[in-house]
């Protein structure tokens, strides 16, 4: 149990979900499988009795019919006052000597062709009590006993004697017997003593037999298989017809309860089931015998729906709890890649929030906690800036400005003294920006002020490149009391002499201007020197300041640091963009919110 709760435990979320999907449906499907089982078990049951049912009735219905057919002509024969006259005549010598005297004298042509559209009857006899010559017919070549004293002499004859006019079914073999003295095939025959009206006096004697294989080949149509048996009996308890495999158990249940059974009934007898039949007010009476069918018998049967019913549903289901599994687990591979971009240092990570549910709580948190921690290194970052602020303050308290500025005023004067006009203007310039740079330690300045320190620094420059360089200032008034960061636009101009003078450029122009736009301040500064192509552009943000600009000589403040100073000074509130082309020149665009200056 300890070893599957770990395997579950190390599983992926959409693998869990799919697990515990299977966990919940597989017995509940189980359960439905077990009740359509049980219920189809049942139906099972009761349909293969209804069916059996239902095949006793058809063969019923056909026994029906054959019988009711012969037991019909045998009546009619009976009644026949052509026949009664025959059977009757006080002349019975005189009448025999036409030796077509049924056909002439009895509607014999008209049972002759019955017996021919029927096919089933093979024979009919009539035998007269008064001495007239029998009718005997024969559509098999069989043969009948000739005469009525052996006839008379017989059991079955005595029997259907004793019935009074009823008739009686008797099963006859092929061969010699009490009805033929010879027979070409197994029959059953209908034996019946025609009585005057009062019933006290024999009149005659008639048969009518019928071929038992077409009995034998309906009871054979109603077998499904060849353990089953049919069992065919006249009204008296007599066997008549036995068609497939029936044990001596069964035949002494049915001979001992055949009363009992002989209805629509259905009773077990060991591995056997026995359904009784009638036909035609219990002429003959049949049971159906069939094996009983076990549980492991329907289960056999039945079970592979349900079976094929919980595989289908459970293989049909997976693409659905996968489906299932990747929308619920969507928003959590989310959280995690945002979380794995944070880990590596992207602190602008925010996860789209689409739903309310617990997993758009856990992205709304680490939003929360995305904007906290970033907020929280930012003011780190301040804290950082301010102790370089502080420690910039501590360097200009240790350098005494007037011990500066006197010594290089002295320097000034000692060379305007030896008339070196040119070294005299460089060291007043020098003391000039030294002033602008180290006084009044003040973070913010003016746009007047910020252009003076940058004035300051390009006379210092042309100085050194002489006619080489030329600088301009396109500046609007309303700008110049704009208050900005201190040594913003310095980094930008010191970057454009450096670089866009290399390979001795010539006419170097660099051009800072300064413009109203609303509530903001933009600053460009352009020169037209070598220019950069976009891989270095793109390494001037991308590559870590440290090892991008330690061979760099751009100055104190480096491009990178500028916009992380302009970033903790204004949030997203500003706009910082460099342009340049190879060989034509660098634009760099400041633009940042006017913030003017009191008074």
């Known amino acids: 149990m300890g070893r599957l709760r770990e395997k579950i435990g190390n599983m992926s979320i959409r693998r869990k979900i799919v697990f515990y999907m299977y966990v919940v449906l597989i017995p509940l499907l189980l359960v439905i499988c077990i009740a359509v089982t049980v219920y189809r078990y049942r139906e099972s049951g009761n349909e293969y ?30 009644i026949n006052n052509d026949i009664r006259s025959i059977l009757t005549t006080d002349d019975p010598e005189a009448v025999s000597r036409d030796v077509r005297l049924w056909q002439n004298l009895a509607p014999m042509r008209m049972v002759e062709d019955i017996i021919a559209l029927k096919g089933y009857i093979k024979t009919l006899s009539v035998y007269p009590e008064n001495g007239v010559t029998p009718y005997l017919r024969c559509m098999d070549a069989s043969s009948y006993i000739s005469t009525l004293e052996e006839i008379s002499a017989t059991g079955i004859y005595q029997r259907t004697k004793a019935l009074l006019g009823k008739g009686l079914w008797v099963y006859v073999p092929h061969g010699n017997g009490e009805i033929y003295q010879g027979s070409r095939s197994d029959k059953l025959v209908l034996c019946r003593a025609v009585y005057n009206t009062a019933k006290s006096q024999m009149l005659g004697y008639t048969t009518i037999g019928i071929s038992l294989e077409a009995i034998e080949k309906l009871c054979r149509n109603a077998l499904q298989s060849e353990k089953e048996a049919i069992l065919l009996y006249e009204k008296n308890g007599g066997e008549l017809l036995i ?10 249940y049915i001979a001992e309860n055949m009363q009992a059974l002989k209805g629509n009934m259905q009773v077990r007898c060991g591995k056997r089931e026995i359904y009784g039949g009638s036909v035609t007010d219990d ?9 009983t069918k076990g549980f492991f018998d329907i289960f056999g049967e039945i079970a592979y729906i349900p079976l094929l019913l919980l595989i289908g549903i459970s293989l049909g289901i997976l693409p659905l709890t996968i489906i299932i599994s990747y929308v619920i687990s969507k928003p959590l ?17 925010q996860i789209e929030i689409t739903t309310k549910d ?13 904007t ?13 800036l301010r102790e370089r602020e502080s420690e910039l303050a501590v360097l200009q308290a240790q350098i ?3 011990f500066l500025y006197n010594a290089l005023d002295s320097i000034y004067w000692q060379a305007e003294g030896e008339g070196d006009e040119k070294t005299a203007e460089s060291v007043y310039e020098l003391a000039q920006l030294f002033r602008l740079v180290l006084g009044q330690g003040k973070s913010m300045v003016t746009v007047e002020m910020e252009l003076q320190l940058l004035e300051r620094y390009l006379e210092i420059q042309k100085l050194r490149f002489h006619e080489q360089m030329n600088y301009s200032f396109e500046v609007e008034p309303a700008a110049l009391n704009v208050k900005i960061p201190k040594l913003i636009l310095q980094p930008f101009v010191e970057n454009a002499v450096v670089h866009g003078m290399q390979d001795a450029v010539k006419d170097f122009k660099i051009t800072v201007a300064a413009r109203m736009e609303g509530a903001f301040v933009k600053f460009f500064v352009r020169d037209n020197g070598v220019g950069m192509d976009d891989v270095q552009l793109r390494r001037i943000w991308e590559e870590d300041s440290d090892k991008f600009y330690s061979g760099q000589r751009i100055g104190r403040y480096a491009i990178k640091n500028v916009r992380e100073r302009l970033a903790l000074k204004y949030g997203e509130n ?3 963009n460099i342009e340049s082309r190879v060989g034509r020149g660098t634009l760099v665009t400041v633009c940042l919110p006017a913030d003017m200056e009191e008074g």
């Open 283 to 291: 002429q003959w009476i049949f049971f159906k015998v069939v094996p």
């Open 574 to 576: 500003f706009e910082l």
């Open 49 to 78: 009795a209804r069916l059996q049912r239902q095949n006793i009735n058809n063969l019923q219905s056909s026994l029906d019919i054959i019988e009711e057919d012969v037991r019909n002509l045998s009546l009619n024969l009976a």
């Open 358 to 370: 617990e997993i758009g709580e856990v992205a709304s948190c680490f939003n929360q906690m995305v």
């Open 372 to 384: 906290d921690i970033r907020e929280l290194i930012n003011k780190n970052y301040v804290m950082v």
């Open 400 to 402: 005494n400005p007037h």
């Open 243 to 252: 068609c497939g495999n029936v044990d001596e158990e069964v035949r002494g």
């Open 333 to 349: 591979e989310q959280v995690c890649v945002a979380m794995g971009k944070f880990r590596r240092g992207d602190f602008e990570q």
